[in-house]
């Protein structure tokens, strides 16, 4: 027979963990309502479901788009038209001032 065990744990979030983890649990429940709209409506359309993969896709187009609006507002007018930078900042292996490597 077998036996499943269960952890149960307590958070304690300080005040900004408290307010990152609301902005996940917002983001979580608008990407979720999102997608259930999007799948109704396919529905309503087509009488059939909406692929995954099709609904991958418009998130994914959903997402590209809300950042890019974002991220274009908050950059300086000159750089508005220049394409976004990727990428981590590079380290060396101690990581930066000698703790332990983030890269």
Same mark, same amino acid.
């Given at each position: 027979?077998?036996?499943?065990?269960?952890?149960?744990?307590?958070?304690?979030?300080?005040?900004?963990?408290?307010?990152?983890?609301?902005?996940?649990?917002?983001?979580?429940?608008?990407?979720?309502?999102?997608?259930?709209?999007?799948?109704?409506?396919?529905?309503? /359309?087509?009488?059939?479901?909406?692929? #995954?993969?099709?609904?991958?896709? $418009?998130?994914? %187009?959903?997402? @590209?788009?809300?950042?890019?609006?974002?991220?274009?507002?908050?950059?300086?007018?000159?750089?508005? /038209?220049?394409?976004?930078?990727?990428? #981590?900042?590079?380290?060396?292996? $101690?990581?930066? %001032?000698?703790? @332990?490597?983030?890269?």
């Amino acid at each position: 027979m077998t036996q499943r065990k269960a952890f149960c744990f307590r958070m304690k979030p300080n005040a900004m963990q408290r307010e990152a983890l609301a902005r996940m649990a917002g983001a979580r429940r608008y990407v979720w309502n999102w997608a259930l709209a999007q799948c109704k409506a396919h529905y309503l /359309n087509t009488g059939k479901s909406l692929p #995954a993969a099709e609904l991958s896709t $418009r998130l994914t %187009a959903l997402v @590209s788009f809300r950042w890019a609006c974002v991220t274009n507002l908050s950059r300086p007018i000159s750089e508005r /038209n220049r394409p976004p930078r990727f990428g #981590a900042p590079r380290c060396d292996r $101690r990581g930066a %001032a000698g703790r @332990s490597p983030i890269c």
